[in-house]
């Protein structure tokens, strides 16, 4: 994906001109072949692949059923990558995850024996099912792409997703997300349930074999490596980092919010839109994509007051509400 500089009317700046009908064919494809599987959601497959282009972690909360392992087997064979499940059970221990050294009788050495996490797109089923130490396991994969396991650090492969699940209705036996957990996902999406027509379609495609025994990988590896390099390189206006800090600041100033969102939201807003315009074929990002996404993005970030939460205030709402309110910035003549 070549691109290119080019300088602009200010000497002292410089904007990278990047090829993005490669990045938006890319995304295409492998929407295109996710929905055989995910029927009429869209918008929800797109922010999973956004989350992909930008090398983040998405966090699925919605009832069982609704298509959520699907949805990650999908991407993983449209992508040819790695597919790993982890059911999450509160008898898991940190070790199930990252994996653990077995003495070799043979050799007389400890070998190293990789985890289930230790994949190119993993699931994690119902996460909040496993407790506070073992879900702890998955932070530093999830923030620094690696498992320290007896003090010998073993890499992630590339690229790496992590696709966690849980279900926002029945408590019992569940452990919440800790914030520091929360934090580490780049986006939170609800799948929903189909209309009524769309789950006939459903029912129709299954009628002779589940259409995911069906899908073939569209795209490389190495192709989505090259994708995730070039979204990097997407235009953003200093007044659109203003505008994402004035989102994230007034969550955090808002009196329903007990602690808003922290600096890893805005640069999670900053990288998805990047993604967003490069999917759309633009290679700069508009207003509309940080309002379009800062649902997804900031929503899960915030810690609402003990009074918000006795009036069952919903975060989403919070974030919609300060969409709406703070001003969009003009334009700026170059």
Do not use: W
Not at 150 to 156: A, I, L, N, Q
Not at 168 to 185: K, V
Not at 274 to 296: C, I, Q, T, Y
């Amino acid at each position: 994906m070549a691109s290119t500089v080019t300088q602009t009317s200010t000497p002292a700046e410089y904007r990278v001109r990047v090829q993005v009908e490669p990045i938006r064919a890319l995304a295409n494809q492998v929407l295109e072949n996710v929905e055989r599987v995910i029927i009429g959601k869209h918008h929800e497959a797109e922010l999973g692949l956004i989350a992909l282009l930008c090398q983040g972690h998405v966090l699925i909360e919605d009832v069982p059923g609704v298509g959520k392992t699907m949805l990650a087997r999908a991407f993983a064979k449209s992508l040819g990558c790695t597919f790993r499940r982890i059911q999450f059970t509160p008898d898991m221990l940190p070790t199930d995850v990252t994996g653990t050294s077995i003495f070799n009788q043979q050799t007389r050495e400890f070998e190293f024996r990789p985890g289930p996490i230790i994949a190119q797109v993993v699931l994690t089923d119902e996460i909040n099912r496993a407790t506070p130490k073992t879900q702890s396991a998955l932070l530093e994969a999830m923030e620094e792409r690696q498992v320290t396991v007896d003090g010998v650090t073993h890499p992630m492969p590339q690229p790496f997703l992590v696709l966690a699940t849980q279900n926002p209705i029945e408590y019992e036996g569940t452990f919440p997300l800790p914030e520091a957990q929360l934090d580490r996902f780049m986006m939170r999406i609800h799948l929903g349930y189909p209309t009524a027509g769309e789950e006939v379609q459903m029912l129709e495609s299954q009628q002779r074999t589940h259409p995911i025994e069906q899908i073939r990988q569209v795209v490389s590896a190495q192709d989505l490596l090259a994708a995730q390099q070039a979204v990097k390189e997407i235009y953003v206006d200093r007044l659109i980092k203003e505008y994402i800090v004035s989102l994230v600041e007034a969550t955090r100033r808002h009196p329903d919010v007990y602690l808003g969102a922290s600096p890893r939201g805005s640069l999670a807003l900053v990288k998805t839109t990047r993604a967003k315009a490069a999917m759309r074929g633009r290679d700069f990002v508009s207003p509309d994509d940080v309002k379009e996404l800062a649902d997804a993005t900031l929503a899960h970030r915030l810690i609402l007051s003990p009074a918000a939460r006795l009036k069952h205030v919903d975060a989403r709402a919070i974030v919609n509400e300060i969409v709406n309110s703070v001003p969009v910035p003009g334009a700026r003549i170059r």
